[in-house]
């Protein structure tokens, strides 16, 4: 059953004006919502074409909420909380996925929506979530910044809002998290 | 690696990455001795930034597109001799390639492998690319052959043409003659109308599949692959490629006709005769969103040749509703020849002129461009840093792109008009006038106003009102002059497109200064403005906007002066403000608008600690009710209510109440969210809280009164790094702001800067708000100075002593500050009784903190209704 928009719009508002209950009602939502985004999209496309998380964040965000009356702090909330499902929908299917090819047992979750996608590109995001998770250690605010970035699309602007920092801030950070990730992803490490 | 680690090294790598390489090697380079280790991960880091910066591990969405993505460039494909790339779309690639059947030259595309098919797609895709190769038009791609390779992809054997599309036209030229628009128009309706009566519809229709050929005819590419292409996708609707072109049912994944091709036809249109896109917008979200809810912009307010029977035409086209766009291309074909007989679409060589002339004689003389040049650039800079912290908008020239967050189509200033001829008792009216038109002009729907301190304060440094017009992102300002003439006074008023620098309208009017006149004058230019920026907002919305609270001149006229008074926000401008309210009021006793000033003149009085505010805000309360019995839609003293709940009352869901119903009224009146952010910091919404005054500044950025404010959220949600950058983009501004310095200096103590703080309080004046009346002290109590800090305290007690008022939550800070709990405790009792303003904020007041578990403190801020 599809929510209707105002619907979602109020548990934004209340989200952001503080009501934590809104943020736990929305989840769901926004969860059905990429996954059906994510089966139809995926399952249709080949191993080598990648998976533009970006444009199904965005996606659902008009499908759900598609008035343009929501502010830039609400939507920046609701693109970062779909970012955080993305990231978590994404990368639990690739691990099952992969835990399954390697032989050890079946998986009970369905993995259609991950049809044609090479163990490459799935190895790649389970990559990408672990690094995100290392730095996340050293700095939780950088982790999140890169997860906005690379599982939401999340613009500068967007995540400086979702943050509640300058956009200066989130620039700077997000600079040295990424140049951060370049190293790690190498398998190096900072002494 | 540990959490510190990581923040040393940031810290360096920040300040080196952005230096020009040639002097960041150098700095690199003394590292390597003094601290080698730093000096790898540097070098790592930086390493690591240029190969980010490069490609984004992929996984960013914005993916370089391939030479040949294929690789099949100088190959043999089926019976084709595959040459170079020509293009690549969102769908397919292009190659020219060579028939070796039938020795011709073709244009030969394959859907990229993303669009492989299940069987039945592809059996639908080729019944679809069939029936399309079957059309057969002058105005249409010639298509020889449908087919599959060897290795199952599918290709579309084209016609080669030698031309350009219209996209590289658009791009290398920009808006096209009046004359050639009408006629690709023509051919691509044309086009259009034998593909529809075979039932085929086109769904892609963009400059980028409209080709020009040497002799001037057009053909339209790719009929009938976007219907494929979309059931390939999913059943949600995806859409990829751009959604520029895409009309609202598209938008919306709705099923779609040929009146779809009809309302691209038109986004086409209005590019080729303005240059631009008539909804615009940074990312696909943003001109999707402008595409269902936005009216786009005349063509004729960017280019004035264009008639209005051509504009009509255009506007046709993009009717969001497709009932209401033309049926079928013959009937747009015959009105577009209509256009053509008429003249092609542009307006009489004498009207122009006689526009340019109207101009001409409305224009206000400037002051030498020279001077102004230099002036702007020198504001430029010093406001630049004031946005670091809200946001970074889009230049002017793109104002619509912000549409996602400002559904507003169109957004614009109100300049205060300028006095004319000296007679200084004539301010209050020329500042009063554009303060009204403001706020009649912002009650109208999609309509964004920009608020009348940020418009007021840059034309108060000289700057011409295009360069205004720019530094606050709006599309169009209003400017005119006033001038007073014994009884009469003399009006002119223009409207102005920043982008151009052109004045889209102008007017000018004489009427008595003495009678209702006047009031026409108001409602002649809001009307002409609305109509001129709106032409399809409703008469009724119109009629709403300029009604008026007093149909008397003389009240209206001390009103004015009220407001200027009012807007000096110091204690002698609050009491005049009250007194020229007042005789407003004797005047015409029903005049709302006055009783709301004389609620917010109070109401200020208290908060500012002009005077105790218990005995204060009861009044306030009662011209803010008074206001609204008269008439309750007055946005100022819905709010002037929420302020009381919340500062006074201590009385949370009522102020919500207030806030709701005046943020339904008019949401872009800022002070709405100036005083809710306090709300919220009072439930316990910290974010929201600075979410608030964002918005405030958002709406406002020039007011240092916002911006001020929001140094004061931030502090107490104890962000004091955002919070120094943000005083300190203040500072910058205006070094003296009011309250500032205190702010400055209580930031600094929190991060431990003892000497900043200090200096910062050198030589600044008394600030009586409640909040900062204790921060000298403070500051000299935790700076080692208890000596000074004494004595501040005995400074204050004995001025309240004198009978002055001084808040008894300035001396709890100052007590605190000293480290005596029960004098802090017995303090902030007495600020209880006399409700001191902002009371509920003591348990975010670092000053404070050492008391929280106090159950004495506790006990307090329980009987306030604030929760430990």
Known sequence: MAPDASEVTGLLQRWSAGDASARDRLIPLVYDRLRQLAHGRLGKAPAESSLNTTALVHEAYIRLVGAPRVDLPNRAHFLALASEIMRNLLVDRARARLTEKRGAGVSPLTLDE?????????????ELDDAIKRLAELSPRQGRLLQYRYFGGLSLEESAAAEGVSLATAKRELRSARAWLAVDLKGDTLQ | MNAQRWQEIQASFDALVELDPAVRAGRLATLADSDPELHRALESLLRGDAEASAHDFGFAPDSIPQADPLGIAGRTVAHFNVREVLGAGGMGVVYRADDTRLGRAVALKFL?????????????????????AALDHPNLCTVHEVGTTETGWLFLAMALYEGETLRARLTRDGAMPVAATLEITRQIAEGLQAAHATGIVHRDLKPGNVMLLPDSSVRILDFGLAKARDQSMSETGAHFGTVSYMSPEQVRGEKVDGRADLWSLGVVLYEMLTGRKPFAGDEEVAVALAILHDAPMLPSMHRDQISAQLEGLVLRLLQKDPVKRYANPEDLLRDLARIRTLGNGTVGRLLTRWRRIRRAVARPPRPATKRLLFGAGSVAVLLAGYFVVHSVRPPAGRAAAISADL??????????FTNVGGDSSNLPFSDGFADELTTALSKVERLSVMSRTSSFSLRRKGLDSRDIGSQLHVQYVVDGTVRRVGDRRRITASLIDVNTGKEVWADHFERSALTRDVFTVQDSVTRSIVRRLLPHASPVTVASSVARPTENPEAHDLYLQGRYFFERRDSVGMRKAQEYFRRAIRIDSTYALAYAGLADAYALQANFGFSFPNSIFPIARKYATLALAHDSSIVEAHVSLAFIALFHDWDWPAAAREFETASRLNERYAPIHLYRAWYFMATDSNDAAIGELRRAVDLDPFSGLNNTRLVTILFYTHHFSEALTQARNVYERDPNFVGLRQEMARVYVQLGRCK?????????????????????????????????????????????????????????????????????????????????????????????????????????ARRIGVVM
């Open chain 2, 112 to 132: 990229l492998p993303h669009y492989n098919l299940d069987a039945s797609a592809k059996a639908r895709f080729l019944r679809e690319a069939h029936a399309a």
């Open chain 2, 407 to 416: 559904p507003a189509a169109v957004s614009i200033a109100v300049l205060p």
């Open chain 1, 114 to 126: 991950l049809a044609g996608f090479s163990d490459e590109n799935l190895e790649r995001y389970t």
């Open chain 2, 756 to 860: 900043d703080a200090l200096a910062m309080l050198e030589g600044s004046a008394d600030q009586p708000l409640s909040l900062l009346l204790g921060v000298r002290g403070y500051t000299y109590a935790k700076c080692g100075r208890t000596e000074d800090a004494r004595a501040e305290l005995n400074r204050l007690l004995n001025r309240a002593r004198g009978g002055e008022y001084v808040s008894h939550y300035a001396l709890a800070v100052i007590q605190a500050g000293l480290g005596d709990d029960d004098q802090t405790i017995a303090e902030l009792e007495k600020a209880y009784v006399e409700r001191a303003p902002p009371l509920f904020v003591m348990k975010l007041e670092p000053a404070f903190a050492s008391l929280r578990a106090d159950p004495r403190f506790v006990a307090i």
